[in-house]
C-alpha cells in the first residue's frame, strides 16, 4: 500500500444530530453542517468510499418536552423522521459543496427521498458517491448507534467512524474530572468491564460480534477524519 493511501476504503461515519446545531440551543446551524461537509469531502476525494448514519437530536429536541408521555414508539417514530430532515440537509450541503450524494431511508417516504436498499447502495458507493442513512433501523427501540453499527456491517466498513464532540474516549467526563485520562487503544472488554459509554449496548455488541472497529473522535477538530481514515493515532479506537 502507498505510504499516503488511506488504511480504510469504505467506512460508516456516524453524525449525531447534536453535532449539526453548532452553538445553537437546536436545529441544523449551516455554517457548522458546511464545515462537518468539508471534512467528509477530503476523504472522498482521497477516494474512501463514504456511508453516514445521521441522527435526529437536534430536531427532537425542539419537541421533546411534548413527548413526555408519549408513547415510546410513536416518540421513536418522531426521531426517525428528524433524521430524514437531517439526512435532506446533509445532502443539500454535499450538493453545494460540489459532491454526490444519496439518501436511503429505512421508513417509505418515495416522494422524498429512496427506501433502504443494501445492494443499491453498496452500487452508489463503488460509484464514489456517498450514503446517508436516514431513520435509522426503521424500527423503535432501536437508536442510530444500532442502526450505524447495522449498517455499517452490512455495506462491509471496514471501520464504524462515531464522530462526537469529545476527541475519544476518557476514563471520566473530561469536563466534570480533570485528572481523566483518555484512551488511545482499548478493547471491547475493556469498555464493558469499565461501563464506559461509547454507544448503546445492543449497537456495541453488534461491533463486536462482527469485529468492526469502532473509532471515537471529534469531528470539530480540524482534518481528524482525514488522518483517522489514514490510519494515524487520532481519537480512540476500540477493537477485538
Do not use: W
Not at 77 to 94: S, W
Not at 201 to 214: E, G, M, N, S, V
Amino acid at each position: 500500500m502507498c505510504a499516503n493511501a488511506p488504511r480504510y476504503k469504505r467506512i460508516l461515519l456516524k453524525l449525531s444530530g447534536e453535532a449539526l446545531m453548532g452553538g445553537d440551543a437546536y436545529g441544523i446551524n449551516r455554517q457548522t453542517i458546511s464545515g462537518i461537509v468539508d471534512e467528509i469531502k477530503v476523504v472522498v476525494d482521497m477516494g474512501v468510499q463514504v456511508g453516514v448514519v445521521i441522527g435526529g437530536g437536534n430536531i427532537f429536541r425542539g419537541v421533546a418536552p411534548a413527548a413526555t408521555g408519549m408513547d415510546r414508539a410513536q416518540a421513536d417514530y418522531i426521531g426517525m423522521l428528524a433524521t430524514v430532515m437531517n439526512g435532506l440537509a446533509l445532502h443539500d450541503a454535499m450538493r453545494a459543496a460540489g459532491m454526490v450524494s444519496r439518501v436511503q431511508s429505512a421508513l417509505n417516504i418515495e416522494q422524498v427521498v429512496e427506501p433502504y436498499i443494501r445492494g443499491k447502495a453498496i452500487r452508489y458507493l463503488e460509484q464514489g458517491r456517498t450514503v446517508i442513512f436516514a431513520a435509522g433501523t426503521g424500527n423503535p427501540f432501536f437508536t442510530t448507534d444500532t442502526a450505524a453499527a447495522l449498517r455499517g456491517a452490512e455495506i462491509g466498513a471496514e471501520i464504524v467512524l462515531k464522530a462526537t464532540k469529545v476527541d475519544g474516549i476518557y476514563s471520566a467526563d473530561p469536563k466534570k474530572d480533570p485528572h481523566a485520562v483518555r484512551y488511545d487503544r482499548i478493547t471491547f472488554d475493556e469498555v464493558i468491564a469499565q461501563n464506559l459509554a461509547i454507544m448503546d449496548a445492543t449497537a456495541f455488541a453488534l461491533c463486536r460480534d462482527q469485529k468492526l472497529p469502532i473509532n471515537v473522535f471529534s469531528i470539530f477538530k480540524q482534518g481528524a477524519l482525514k488522518r483517522v481514515t489514514m490510519g494515524e493515532n487520532e481519537g480512540t479506537l476500540v477493537s477485538c
